[in-house]
């Protein structure tokens, strides 16, 4: 075979001829450098962290990914044949995922250590994946039973050791079919992270239900607590850390600045299991993203959307409900997606009621008309060595009025110091009424705690006992609440106390609500007497007497009682007992409708 050497004048047709020739050798060379060369173009994720997972490696098939159908099924975000589409959750998911399918992403981990990592899937049929690290399967085969649908999101997790540096992470699709949103690798004390591997902030779990600050989120740093996309706090409010708070125009703080992929954790302790309605209080000056609220038990609120509330400090609430399962765990909150302001929104407070519905947010003091009031009655037994403790506990279960018995100015002047500690963990003015049982200077007694104004305290001794009363204004309604605590082992004395308190109740116009220990179980002389003049608050609303204990978990002794005088202007709506290790009894909590 002989080449013809041309000029360049006879040849230029030739060229053109070429050209395709010289394509497909460009071609082939460029094939080969995705095959055989690593992937030049794979931008490095560090770890601990997030990773969405449409955002595997640059690369073609069979180095960054392998799928076994040509094309993206779901024609989103990028042109490869991995199949992507849009998640309910916000952003993107990989889906139309089958057995063989991989997809690699190129890491850095911080430092060698215990990591957990938690993958965001669903699936209507279940399915199984793996996750590999330069070749090694970590995981083992993480079984994903059926979410009920495609876009019906949980988070399995598995606890694993990684080595420090440069490597890749691969995940395999073992079986069935299973859509990934993202997954995330968490330090458990190592990972660059700080060694604090987070606990609640005040040492006492956030009760629920109840209210929780967003704010309060578990101690510990950046991947442990809370994971910030920025550096500082943007609003140098309540804490140090890089989670964005400032206050709110109606008082406490709120975390800001929030964007897509932040997430915020908290340890909390469920009373009981059960379906809880959720309200979360958000504010966005524009159309805001979502998020979603998960839980280590594996409740889970999906999507809920911020919406235009019209303003960064002009708070609105949203709702969602979730199943969960009682005792201490670990809840996260998760930032989904921005909205057109190119933020999540502002979150103020999340609050979790029993049932299916929530009540009807505490509204502001006003003028008139009454509104919602939240009782607690609580033996606190002389503080139980944690008042801060105790404190939070009212705080977060967002009581507008409690009436503690066994309170002291002993240790510490509890009158002032919970009053103190509740503005500063709800930004709230707070007020008091002081029932002591000695005129000394140290005595024990009952105390009365308001979030709304009061009007006028009383207090008086029975038989040796303190007794407060206050009158405070709820929404321009005037409701009489008493704080008592009736002797447990003189009998005689026990019904001394209750004739007496009875006759000085009487005197002031109802609505009253008397709150306390009465040392006595419901089917008692004492009970019945009270039920005389007075609904127990907790057979109004569980309609039966049985339950509700508040003693070492089998006793009921702590009440919340309504006066018959001036009922129809206070209405309960819902009741429960609060389990807590922070005292020998459970407080008791109900909703009132005053008007």
Not at 570 to 577: A, I, L, S
Request: aromatic share 12%; charged share 10%; glycine share 14%.
């Amino acid at each position: 075979m002989s080449v013809r050497l041309c000029s360049v004048p006879e040849c230029r047709g030739g060229y053109r001829g070429l050209i395709p020739v010289w394509s497909a050798v460009l071609g082939v060379l460029v094939g080969f450098w995705f095959a055989f060369v690593p992937d030049a173009l794979a931008q490095t994720k560090s770890l601990p962290g997030t990773i969405q997972a449409e955002d595997f490696d640059n690369g073609s098939s069979g180095n960054a990914y392998w799928d076994t159908t040509p094309g993206n099924a779901g024609g989103q975000y990028r042109s490869t044949d991995v199949d992507i589409e849009a998640c309910s959750e916000g952003g993107y998911d990989v889906g139309w995922a089958y057995p063989g399918e991989w997809l690699n992403y190129s890491v850095n981990v911080a430092s060698a250590g215990s990591y957990t990592l938690a993958f965001r899937v669903a699936t209507a049929s279940g399915g199984g994946f793996h996750l590999e690290v330069n070749g090694a399967n970590v995981t083992g085969t993480m079984n994903v039973d059926p979410t009920g649908d495609w876009q019906s999101w949980t988070t399995v997790q598995k606890t694993v050791a990684l080595s420090g540096g440069s490597q890749v992470m691969r995940i395999v699709f073992d079986y069935g079919n299973v859509n990934v949103n993202w997954f995330s690798v968490t330090s458990e004390g190592g990972g660059g992270a700080t060694s604090d591997s987070g606990s609640p902030l005040n040492g006492v779990a956030l009760a629920i239900p109840g209210w929780i600050q967003a704010e309060d989120f578990d101690n510990g740093g950046q991947y442990v607590a809370y994971y910030d996309n920025t550096p500082g706090n943007a609003g140098g409010a309540y804490r140090a850390t890089d989670v964005d708070i400032q206050p709110t125009s109606a008082g406490g703080y709120a975390v800001a600045w929030i964007g897509a992929g932040e997430w915020l954790r908290y340890t909390v302790n469920v009373a009981s299991a059960g379906t809880y309605a959720v309200t979360a209080r958000v504010a966005s000056a524009g159309s805001g993203g979502s998020f979603h609220i998960e839980f280590e038990g594996g409740g889970n609120t999906g999507a809920m959307g911020v919406p235009n509330t019209g303003g960064w400090q002009a708070y609105q609430d949203v709702t969602a409900t979730v199943s969960l399962s009682a005792g201490t765990q670990s809840m996260w909150i998760i930032f989904d997606s921005n909205g057109s302001t190119g933020a999540v929104g502002n979150l103020s407070a999340v609050r979790f009621d029993t049932g299916n519905v929530a009540p009807a947010p505490a509204p502001s003091p006003s003028p008139s008309g009454g509104g919602r009031l939240r009782a607690m009655t609580w033996n606190i037994n002389f503080g139980h060595g944690n008042p801060a403790g105790q404190a939070q506990l009212i705080a977060s279960v967002g009581a507008d009025v409690v009436t503690l018995q066994e309170a002291s100015t002993y240790d510490e002047n509890m009158p002032s110091t919970y009053v103190s500690r509740l503005q500063q963990l709800t930004g709230q003015t707070w007020y008091s009424a002081w029932g002591p049982s000695l005129t000394s200077a140290a005595s024990q007694g009952t105390l009365i705690l308001s979030r709304y104004p009061i009007v006028d305290t009383s207090s008086t001794v029975l038989a040796g006992t303190g007794t407060a009363r206050a009158a405070i204004n709820v929404g321009g309604v005037v409701v009489q609440v008493f704080a008592v605590h009736l002797e447990y082992y003189d009998t005689s004395k026990r019904s001394q106390q209750l004739n007496a308190l009875m006759d000085w109740a009487r005197q002031y116009s109802g609505p009253r609500l008397v709150g306390g220990d009465f040392n006595s179980w419901w089917g008692e002389w004492w009970i019945q007497q009270m039920e005389t003049e007075y609904s127990d608050t907790w057979e109004l609303e569980s309609g039966t007497v049985q339950n509700g204990y508040t003693l070492n978990g089998s006793v009921r002794f702590d009440y919340l009682f309504r006066s018959f005088t001036g009922d129809w202007r206070m209405t309960p709506t819902n009741c429960w007992v609060q389990s807590t290790s922070l005292s020998d009894h459970w407080p008791v909590i109900a909703d009132y409708n005053i008007q």
